[in-house]
């Protein structure tokens, strides 16, 4: 059984930061590539930020400088650290595991979502 599940989500004021965590499990997560997209109302999926198996890590232009992702193969955890949070970053975060490529919610293994809001 594959299990993907993200936390800590909040909401937090333009300026902030939080650190959102995937815990993975039933799948052979050290050579998985992992991600996090996000997911406003209205608006497309958007992949955010990604690290292979072996650390190489890609962030989309909007967060560049700002989020942090990282990975634990010990604990199979992967962490989005967001630094300096701003309204537009509001949206429901996804993890997302075991990618071969950038479609949203059609490949690899999802969680649930986390909730990030963001005010002004």
């Known amino acids: 059984e594959v299990q993907v599940m993200e936390s800590g989500g909040g909401s937090v004021q333009a300026g902030g930061s939080l650190r959102l965590s995937c815990t993975a499990s039933?799948?052979?997560?050290?050579?998985?590539?992992m991600g996090w997209y996000r997911e406003a109302p209205g608006n497309e999926c958007d992949l955010v930020s990604t690290i292979s198996g072996d650390g190489i890590t890609w962030y989309t232009d909007s967060v560049q400088g700002r989020f942090t992702i990282s990975r634990d193969n010990v604990k199979n955890t992967v962490y989005l650290q967001m630094n300096r949070l701003k309204p537009d970053d509001t949206a429901v975060y996804y993890c997302?595991?075991?990618?071969?490529?950038?479609?949203?919610?059609?490949?690899?293994?999802w969680g649930q979502g986390t909730q990030v809001t963001v005010s002004s």
């Open positions: 997302a595991a075991a990618l071969t490529g950038d479609y949203c919610k059609s490949d690899g293994y």
């Open positions: 039933g799948f052979n997560f050290n050579d998985s590539d």
